[in-house]
């Protein structure tokens, strides 16, 4: 008898939705496979395979059984078990019939308690193929799928209605119902090149029978290869080298998971489309059209593109259909654009009163006075162009009147950008307009401009403080307005464009600029405490360990860059060899004075009360050390600063071995924490390093 075989599940179903269909098979073929090894099955290899109408896991070699498992429960202490002539008590019988077996079937374990009584036997492996339908049936329901569907006169859900599931263990059948099909061995290929049934005698013929006899390519990484490859020679045959594809990795990735059997065909447009702004004809392509656009040499866009059909026919057919198709949507966004630009953007600004920016806050009219009084607050605070600043936030939403930005929602901010440049506005300004959504994800790139960057912080901040004043705070998965988005935008801008900002500052301003409209009075510490756990969650993702950011934001900093550079700092503080001794030695610092209440007289170390030569030491370096930060400290070079600090290591260690510190002297008692107050204050210039974590 065989004791492994090869697995398959197919669930076929109507066309999948393209974007999620990778991420869809892989979290399927992981559930799975963690179950079979929760479960002790043993396997060699698996794969998942999905198409748009298909989603299948196949596992090689999986064992045709667990291995026996041998089950301990421990029962009473020996002790306890037994009277003293050696016969059972009550516990050790009532123990035993839980388990089926006599008191003398048991058997006695050791430990570091003492002595036990145990009963152990023997569980044989169950049968993968009763297992497998509830770890499939239980792989099915974790997939994330945020709508589930029903079709039909059943209550079955899925992320679309299901036509059949195969699932074979070899060459036998698993017996089961999964999502109302009763399984079977029966698939089927291409929707048009191949209808007719298509019989597995064995798991393992899946992905070579659907080639052969199903035009399918069921593997979606072969598949994906084979659009970019075909992609490609079809273009290079077309332009002869003179030409290649921008190929974005998420549409090559939906464009996989649109087609079951890839055909490339390379088609072109009139080239004087290309005076509409190329953003608007790469949208068109990609956005709409899921069209791979091409550049030339230099970066340029050509009037060329390829397109993936999922069946082969005449070429000709093909190809005028699709630059018909296109040829509309641009002859369109043609119109569009010209008829935008007779009218500027300042001529749009009183449109914005018809656009409501949030029931309780406004209308986009109302935002962009506000984006204008923030712009130029920022500005004035960084030293730049003022001017140019409210400029743009006045103009930053008038592009959302536009027809263009109308037919292509995801050019917002770009047509800003060239409708201004076309009305001759600041070319700062123009910039601006197409930098302030950025960064639009995780990982995005940061506005390059400064008055873009203004912008898109006055932006991000005006929402944020608006949201919170009328207690809209994201909860648990919900975020509705992206108000985590816009605070890593916030963090990333002034870290990694090292920006100087006090966002207290900006958050209580633009609370001013709402005037009336915030019902929330704590909306500035709670955004600001959101920011600060959004940076937290940042920093980890960056390998900062927590206690070195909690020792940092302990001093509750509100200057996002000033924050980082006192982070790097500790960072490279933790791993000095004297960094232990120290915070050892603050966390001490920090008790001592917390407990100490009473009134100190004094605000002067006095000499005269010195009683041991550590003390005079402790307070000579802390003197030293002083001046020699100050400098390091005002240019905000705490690295340095903790490099002087770490040279207090020995003067703190002799204070400690031969000073008490609470003696009943008064005035040496006092001098010995005054002694100590300056030693904490001058480490607490750069971070709380007592709340470090050996």
């Not at 070699?61 to 498992?69: G, I, K, N, P, T």
């Not at 036997?121 to 709508?147: R, S, Y």
């Not at 079977?184 to 209808?195: E, Q, S, V």
């Not at 273009?235 to 059997?261: A, N, P, R």
């Amino acid at each position: 008898m065989k004791q492994h075989d090869d697995f398959l599940i197919e669930i076929l179903t109507e066309e999948l939705p393209p974007k999620a269909l990778f991420k869809l098979a892989q979290v399927f073929c992981q559930h799975i496979t963690e179950r079979l090894a929760h479960q002790h099955f043993t396997f060699s290899d698996n794969q998942f395979f999905v198409t748009p109408r298909r989603l299948a896991v196949f596992v090689k070699d999986l064992s045709v059984a667990q291995s026996d498992q041998v089950v301990e429960r421990k029962g009473p202490a020996k002790k306890v078990a037994f009277d003293a002539q050696g016969h059972p008590l009550p516990a050790l019988i009532g123990f035993a019939r839980s388990c089926g077996v006599a008191p003398a079937e048991l058997i006695t374990i050791n430990n570091h308690q003492g002595e036990w009584l145990a009963f152990r036997q023997t569980v044989p492996g169950k049968k993968v193929m009763k297992l497998l339908p509830d770890i499939v049936m239980q792989a099915i329901a974790a997939l994330p799928i945020p709508k589930r569907m029903r079709w039909g006169a059943g209550d079955t859900q899925f992320i679309r209605p299901v036509h059949g599931v195969v699932m074979l263990y070899g060459e036998e059948i698993i017996d089961a119902v999964i999502l109302g099909c009763k399984t079977g061995r029966i698939t089927h290929g291409h929707r048009f090149l191949a209808p007719d049934a298509i019989t597995l005698s064995h798991a393992a013929l899946y992905p070579s029978l659907l080639k052969t006899q199903g035009y399918v390519i069921a593997d979606f990484i072969k598949r994906r290869d084979l659009i970019q490859q075909q992609a490609t020679h079809c273009l290079q045959e077309k332009l002869k080298g003179t030409g290649q594809l921008s190929i974005q990795h998420e549409l090559l990735d939906e464009v996989t998971g649109l087609v079951e059997w890839p055909i490339a065909w390379c088609g072109q447009f009139d080239s004087t489309f290309l005076n509409i702004p190329k953003e608007a004809l790469i949208s068109a392509m990609q956005d709409h059209q899921r069209y791979f656009p091409v550049i030339g040499t230099k970066g340029e866009l050509l009037p060329y593109f390829v397109t993936i059909s999922n069946i082969p026919s005449s070429q000709n057919r093909v190809i005028c259909g699709n630059e018909s198709v296109l040829r509309a949507r641009l002859a369109d966004a043609a119109f569009f654009y010209e008829i935008d630009k007779k009218e500027s953007l300042e001529q749009r600004v009183e449109r914005l009163h018809g656009i409501i920016f949030q029931a309780k806050l406004g209308t986009l009219y109302e935002k962009s006075e506000r984006l204008s009084k923030v712009a130029a607050f920022i500005a004035k605070k960084l030293k730049w162009n003022v001017d140019e600043a409210m400029r743009a936030g006045q103009l930053a939403k008038t592009d959302l009147t536009t027809h263009m930005v109308a037919e292509f929602p995801e050019l917002q901010g770009i047509m800003g950008y060239y409708y201004a440049l076309h009305d001759q506005e600041p070319n700062h300004v123009a910039i601006a307009l197409k930098e302030q959504y950025l960064p639009r994800y995780a990982g995005d790139r940061l506005p390059s401009n400064p008055i873009g960057q203004v912008l898109a912080l006055a932006d991000r901040i005006d929402t944020l403080i608006g949201l919170f004043g009328i207690y809209q705070l994201p909860t648990g998965d919900k975020d509705p307005y992206g108000l985590r988005r816009a605070a890593l935008g916030i963090i990333r801008i002034l870290v990694e464009q090292q920006i100087e900002l006090d966002l207290q500052e900006i958050f209580i301003y633009v609370v001013s600029c709402y005037k009336s409209l915030l019902d929330n009075t704590a909306c500035v510490s709670q955004a600001l405490y959101f920011v600060q756990e959004r940076m937290r969650a940042w920093y980890q993702e960056q390998g900062v360990t927590p206690d070195v950011f909690t020792a940092v934001v302990a001093l509750g900093m509100t200057k996002p860059f000033d924050v980082h550079l006192r982070m790097k700092a500790v960072q490279a503080f933790k791993k000095l060899k004297e960094a232990q001794a120290l915070s050892s030695a603050n966390k001490r610092v920090s008790n001592i004075l917390s407990q100490y209440t009473d009134v100190i007289q004094t605000t002067e170390i006095n000499p005269m009360f010195f009683e041991h030569p550590a003390e005079k030491e402790l307070a000579k370096q802390l003197e030293l050390r002083s001046k020699a930060v100050v400098d390091l400290y005002q240019s905000a070079k705490y690295d340095e600063v903790l490099l002087q600090l770490a040279d207090l290591r020995q003067p703190v260690d002799d204070f400690f071995d031969h000073v008490m510190v609470m003696t009943d002297d008064k005035k040496r008692r006092e001098n010995r924490i005054l002694l100590l107050s300056k030693l904490r204050s001058l480490f607490l210039q750069v971070a709380d390093i007592a709340l470090l974590q050996p």
